[in-house]
């Protein structure tokens, strides 16, 4: 028996030796559950297997753990009561009885049993995951669904996970927030959101913040500054949010939406035409300008249609109607437009509702600050043509328009006004630093063959300048009398960078023979200045054309100066 012993114990020798001589052990960087695993013996890649400490790992994940060092025995009872056991020398391991095979023979190093780990990782319900150079190891655990419990005083937000979690709780502001990351976890599902509204808790977010190192993350949508506990569980496998009171014996709260409770069609005091949505909890919201019919859809995610809202007629010369639906994820509502314009989005939120509020208010192109951007310039020509460059027609298209401007009295400030080279960045900054109204970008276009597409098409990135580019477009469209290639979202630098509505319109295809010859003549250009003069008009005023009654007020001005 003895004699037995040793030769095996030689054979192990040797062979440990062998492989060291192809493949020497590396120390590698091993995290479990977000806590580091550093032995001894610390964990190693052999083989490009990895290796360490099962007792240490097996802990992490939650296990309660006997190491009887003589009899050459661990065993471990997972959190889910599951019995593993390991033997050393052998090339396998139990789990609730049944055989469970290893890549390689376990062994005794630091007086520890080690042993090739992912075979174990999986067992006790961990995910392993490395770097592509095998250097860093991380054990993920899974979170539980998060379960909520509470009243009107406060509620607890629990969760679980079979590892030994460390969970930190740090705020944000604008809008307020408060976070919870869970280290070495991913959450049960790869993001979700579960509205609670109460204790001044929007609601709850969550989603892989990042996968190595593994974090978890809850976030805690705040109406106001609001304390967030993390409690841990006794036992370390998870824990609980806490906000306001909560004993601990609260029952589970129930699943609520963002209730659609009405729509309003009003005027304000001064002449703005506003559509309004009351909703009980704060609702996701985007929006975009829709053509045939010309409308403006809201869609409120999540939200819910609990009674028929009628549909409404509109008031003033702007709003149609405006029509509420369910969607399969949230409510769509539909404001018809009778005349294309810009429109401020704004939200509010009050003890009782979210309101949603859409508001078109007429003003004078004259007081708006406009920025007219000729694309390229200097060292950058942009689209060649035949004979022309375009840095040398966006500029003159771009000249046109501040001219036209100044002459009904408006402004415009060009970001070149010569043939040199401005950044793109550059140009962006100068918009936003002049906190100008509107910002448009003037190009032409090119094909990478000649003469292979012709017309025009106008940029948008943001939300908020969608409809100065459907205006716009349908400006030049009319003007140009090109091929209409669409209203399309890019993000080109010029008008990502701002908050400012702001959009980017390619006259015509300068390498389309055609399309080269429209524009080097003068009269086209001074078309294309005119069209989006009168698109710059049709946004800030409700419509394209210089009001006739102004001229006459001007006129009676200028009778009343001579006459003084
Ligand atoms: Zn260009």
Same mark, same amino acid.
């Given at each position: 028996m003895?004699?037995?012993?040793?030769?095996?114990?030689?054979?192990?020798?040797?062979?440990?030796?062998?492989?060291s001589?192809?493949?020497?052990?590396?120390?590698?960087?091993?995290?479990?559950?977000g806590?580091?695993?550093?032995?001894p013996?610390?964990?190693?890649v052999?083989?490009?297997?990895?290796w360490?400490?099962?007792d240490?790992?097996?802990?992490?994940?939650?296990?309660?753990?006997?190491?009887?060092?003589?009899q050459?025995r661990?065993?471990?009872?997972?959190?889910?009561?599951?019995?593993?056991q390991?033997?050393?020398?052998?090339?396998?391991?139990?789990?609730?009885g049944?055989?469970?095979?290893?890549?390689?023979?376990?062994?005794v190093?630091?007086?520890?049993l080690?042993?090739?780990?992912?075979?174990?990782?999986?067992a006790?319900?961990?995910e392993?995951?490395?770097?592509?150079?095998?250097?860093?190891?991380?054990?993920?655990?899974?979170?539980?669904q998060?379960?909520?419990?509470?009243?009107?005083e406060g509620?607890?937000?629990e969760?679980?996970?079979?590892g030994?979690?460390?969970g930190?709780?740090?705020?944000?502001?604008?809008p307020?927030?408060?976070?919870?990351?869970?280290?070495?976890?991913?959450?049960?599902?790869p993001?979700?959101?579960?509205?609670?509204g109460?204790?001044?808790?929007?609601?709850? %977010?969550?989603?892989?913040f990042?996968? %190595?190192?593994?974090?978890?993350?809850y976030v805690?949508?705040?109406?106001?500054?609001?304390q967030?506990?993390?409690?841990?569980?006794?036992?370390?496998?998870?824990?609980?949010?806490?906000?306001?009171?909560f004993e601990?014996?609260?029952?589970e709260?129930p !699943?609520?939406?963002?209730?659609?409770?009405?729509?309003?069609i009003?005027?304000?005091?001064?002449? #703005?035409?506003?559509?309004?949505?009351?909703?009980?909890?704060?609702?996701?919201?985007?929006?975009?300008?829709?053509?045939?019919p010309?409308?403006?859809?809201?869609?409120?995610r999540d939200? %819910?249609?609990?009674?028929?809202?009628?549909?409404?007629?509109?008031?003033?010369? !702007?709003?149609?109607?405006?029509e509420?639906?369910?969607?399969?994820?949230g409510?769509?509502?539909?404001?018809y437009?009778?005349?294309?314009?810009?429109?401020?989005?704004?939200?509010?939120?009050?003890?009782?509702?979210?309101?949603?509020?859409?508001?078109?208010?007429?003003?004078?192109?004259?007081?708006?600050?406009?920025?007219?951007d000729p694309?390229?310039?200097g060292?950058?020509?942009?689209?060649r043509?035949?004979?022309?460059?375009?840095?040398?027609?966006?500029?003159?298209?771009?000249?046109?328009?501040?001219?036209?401007?100044?002459a009904?009295?408006?402004?415009?400030i060009?970001t070149?006004?010569c043939?040199?080279?401005?950044?793109?960045?550059?140009?962006?900054?100068?918009?936003?630093?002049?906190?100008v109204? #509107?910002?448009?970008?003037?190009?032409c276009?090119?094909m990478?063959?000649?003469?292979?597409?012709?017309?025009?098409?106008?940029?948008?990135y943001?939300?908020q300048?969608n409809?100065?580019?459907?205006? &716009?477009?349908?400006q030049?469209?009319?003007?140009l009398?090109?091929?209409?290639?669409?209203v399309?979202?890019?993000?080109?630098?010029?008008?990502?960078?701002n908050? !400012?509505?702001?959009?980017?319109?390619?006259?015509?295809?300068?390498?389309?023979?055609q399309?080269?010859? &429209?524009?080097?003549?003068?009269?086209?250009?001074?078309?294309?200045a005119? #069209?989006?003069?009168?698109?710059?008009?049709?946004?800030?005023?409700g419509?394209?054309?210089?009001?006739?009654?102004q001229?006459?007020?001007?006129?009676?001005?200028?009778?009343?100066?001579?006459?003084?």
């Amino acid at each position: 028996m003895q004699l037995k012993h040793t030769l095996l114990a030689a054979t192990l020798l040797i062979i440990a030796v062998r492989i060291s001589v192809a493949d020497a052990p590396a120390e590698v960087y091993l995290q479990v559950a977000g806590q580091q695993v550093t032995g001894p013996p610390a964990p190693c890649v052999e083989n490009n297997l990895l290796w360490g400490p099962v007792d240490a790992v097996a802990r992490a994940l939650g296990a309660e753990i006997n190491w009887q060092p003589e009899q050459g025995r661990l065993t471990a009872t997972a959190p889910n009561g599951q019995q593993l056991q390991w033997e050393v020398g052998v090339a396998h391991f139990w789990q609730d009885g049944q055989e469970v095979s290893l890549p390689a023979l376990t062994s005794v190093a630091g007086g520890v049993l080690v042993a090739p780990l992912p075979p174990i990782v999986e067992a006790l319900g961990g995910e392993l995951s490395a770097n592509k150079e095998l250097i860093r190891f991380y054990v993920t655990v899974p979170m539980s669904q998060p379960v909520i419990r509470g009243n009107d005083e406060g509620f607890a937000i629990e969760l679980e996970t079979n590892g030994l979690v460390i969970g930190e709780v740090k705020y944000l502001d604008d809008p307020y927030r408060a976070y919870l990351n869970i280290h070495g976890a991913r959450p049960h599902s790869p993001s979700g959101r579960r509205y609670i509204g109460q204790c001044g808790v929007w609601r709850l %977010r969550w989603g892989q913040f990042s996968d %190595r190192p593994p974090i978890a993350r809850y976030v805690i949508d705040l109406k106001e500054e609001q304390q967030v506990t993390w409690l841990p569980r006794a036992d370390g496998r998870g824990g609980s949010l806490i906000v306001g009171k909560f004993e601990g014996d609260e029952p589970e709260l129930p !699943i609520r939406y963002p209730q659609l409770e009405r729509i309003r069609i009003y005027q304000t005091n001064n002449q #703005a035409t506003v559509v309004q949505a009351d909703l009980s909890l704060p609702a996701e919201l985007d929006y975009e300008v829709l053509a045939q019919p010309w409308r403006i859809r809201l869609h409120l995610r999540d939200a %819910r249609i609990t009674q028929q809202i009628p549909r409404q007629r509109g008031r003033g010369e !702007i709003i149609k109607g405006v029509e509420a639906l369910a969607a399969d994820d949230g409510v769509i509502i539909e404001v018809y437009l009778d005349k294309l314009m810009r429109f401020d989005i704004e939200k509010t939120d009050t003890q009782q509702a979210w309101q949603v509020r859409l508001s078109f208010q007429k003003a004078r192109l004259c007081d708006k600050l406009i920025m007219i951007d000729p694309g390229h310039g200097g060292k950058d020509s942009g689209a060649r043509g035949r004979k022309l460059l375009e840095k040398d027609v966006n500029l003159d298209v771009a000249m046109r328009i501040a001219q036209r401007l100044a002459a009904q009295d408006c402004t415009a400030i060009l970001t070149r006004d010569c043939d040199v080279f401005v950044g793109l960045f550059d140009r962006a900054k100068f918009a936003r630093q002049l906190a100008v109204d #509107a910002f448009v970008s003037i190009h032409c276009n090119a094909m990478p063959r000649p003469d292979t597409n012709w017309g025009t098409e106008t940029y948008y990135y943001t939300p908020q300048s969608n409809m100065l580019a459907v205006i &716009l477009q349908q400006q030049l469209l009319e003007a140009l009398g090109r091929k209409d290639n669409g209203v399309r979202q890019a993000r080109f630098v010029v008008i990502r960078e701002n908050e !400012i509505p702001s959009v980017l319109v390619e006259l015509m295809y300068l390498n389309h023979q055609q399309e080269e010859q &429209l524009l080097s003549k003068p009269e086209v250009r001074a078309a294309a200045a005119e #069209a989006v003069v009168r698109g710059l008009r049709q946004y800030f005023e409700g419509r394209p054309d210089m009001p006739t009654i102004q001229t006459t007020v001007n006129e009676e001005n200028a009778t009343n100066k001579a006459a003084q």
